[in-house]
Nanobody, 124 residues
Framework: QVQLVESGGGLVQAGGSLRLSCAAS????????MTWFRQAPGKERESVAT????????YYANSVKGRFTISRDNAKNTVYLQMNSLKPEDTAVYYC?????????????????WGQGTQVTVSS
């Protein structure tokens, strides 16, 4: 019912910045809390940021707090992840996930939909 498409990944030097976008189909985007999560080979899946339906509340993993910012534009059916001061540790495939209804904190695995991911590679 809902399709999520991530974009904006790429190769960047340590200390650089990237902005990821997640575009959602349909007209129900504002019904979902949104989360960016990432996964690298051999590592556990890690949720990095969650934003509430209205965008009024955000939650971050300690590993990215102060460096990453999640935001959304419901008129454009899009959620963003601004990533600054990137580190090689941030290298992963980044996914967005949609959670219907309220979100109570950094969301881990409670997704109704998720996208195909976009690769972020940070070189040193």
């Amino acid at each position: 019912q809902v399709q999520l498409v991530e974009s904006g990944g790429g190769l960047v030097q340590a200390g650089g910045s990237l902005r990821l976008s997640c575009a959602a189909s349909g007209r129900m985007f504002s019904s979902y809390g949104m989360t960016w999560f990432r996964q690298a080979p051999g590592k556990e899946r890690e949720s990095v940021a969650t934003i509430s339906r209205s965008g009024s509340t955000t939650y971050y993993a300690n590993s990215v707090k102060g460096r990453f910012t999640i935001s959304r534009d419901n008129a454009k059916n899009t959620v963003y992840l601004q990533m600054n001061s990137l580190k090689p540790e941030d290298t992963a495939v980044y996914y967005c996930g949609a959670t219907f209804g309220a979100v109570l904190g950094l969301t881990t695995g409670r997704y109704n939909y998720w996208g195909q991911g976009t690769q972020v590679t940070v070189s040193s």
